[in-house]
């Protein structure tokens, strides 16, 4: 099979390589990668910026769905033919996040999904329905489950609550579509006018220029009549977190889910302490939040906002399109049809 795995140095590059398909296992199902997504995390790992542990010469990309062209004759789980996708943690079933779950991750510590066949524990596998095809479902195990997660993360979300989403990549737009539908209303920041009218078509009920409005809290207070949301997805970290405090109610909750600005903020604990709020990092989530993403947007017709797909042999250009930061939705690479 080929397979594309980072190049050992302290900024990893890409290389294409021509090896074995591997062997399924006792309790291992063997996938043929079919669609394979982008995340932010998988372009800070080729800048020699990511501060997790990364497998030696590893396949990126945890996300990604195809079809099982082999099982262990363990497995219970799968059957040959079975389309799926997979959780990025394989053994984080259902509950709080625990140390094993976060060490063990598909396209970081382990082989990811830029190859065309992968071969994991049956424990990670998410079937997929009919109606999904195998790029809408790459688009979901990171980005979409971190959305569905930091949603519910401190307190359930119900309906008729706000929510504020923050630009137009993957775990924004997918938290947008999650929220509306719960019967959410949602709000949104983004930094031009051509990204507000497509948070409005997407159902967004207000948006804000971060650029036209630089104090763009203000403006969500205004859009809440000075109330402030229930919940923030804060994805930017540094240059978001104390504006989008000042932008949540008393008592409301912050999902912090990315860095996308730095690692850096200054949200003073008076902030946290004075609003009671609820600020919580977001793991991506289990294989049952993964599950409970895929029935909603299958009974709600929703599909994922994908930007652009890249055939396999032009995966470059596809983590080029990343590092441009023009994209909206998700960047997808057909790795085999």
Known sequence: MKAVRWTAS???????????????????????????????????????????????????????????????AGVTRAKIGDRVAASCHPHWIA???????????????RDGMLAEHILLHENAIVHLPVSMSFIEAACLP???????TGLNRSSPLQPGQTVLVQGTGGVALF?????????????????????????????????V?????????????ALTNGRGVDKV??????????????????????AVVGFTSGFGGGLPPIDILGRSLNVAG??????????????????????????????????????RRLESGSHVGKIVIEVSK
């Open 10 to 72: 302290e900024k990893p590059g890409l290389e294409l390589h021509d090896e074995p398909t591997p062997t399924p296992g006792v309790y291992d199902v063997l996938i043929r990668v079919h669609a394979a997504s982008l995340n932010y995390r998988d372009q800070i790992i080729l800048e020699g910026k990511y501060l997790g542990p990364l497998k030696q010469n590893g396949v990126p990309l945890s996300d990604g769905a195809g079809e099982v062209v082999a099982v262990g």
């Open 95 to 109: 509950g709080p996040p625990l140390p094993e779950h976060r060490l063990d991750s598909v396209g970081i510590s």
């Open 142 to 148: 990171c980005a979409g489950v971190t959305a569905w």
């Open 175 to 207: 938290a947008l579509q999650a929220a509306r539908m719960f019967g959410a209303r949602v709000f949104a920041i983004t930094s031009t006018d051509d990204k507000v009218r497509t948070l409005e078509e997407l159902g967004a009920a207000g948006v």
């Open 209 to 221: 220029n971060y650029r036209t409005f630089p104090d763009w809290e203000r403006e969500i207070l």
């Open 233 to 254: 997805i804060d994805i930017a970290g540094e240059s978001t977190i104390v504006k989008s405090a000042a932008s949540t109610r008393v008592g409301g909750d912050i």
């Open 282 to 319: 977001t793991a991506i989530g289990p294989r049952a939040d993964f599950e409970a993403l895929v029935a909603a947007m299958a009974q709600h017709k929703v599909t994922p906002v994908i930007d652009s797909v890249f055939p396999f042999a032009q995966y470059r250009d596809a983590y």
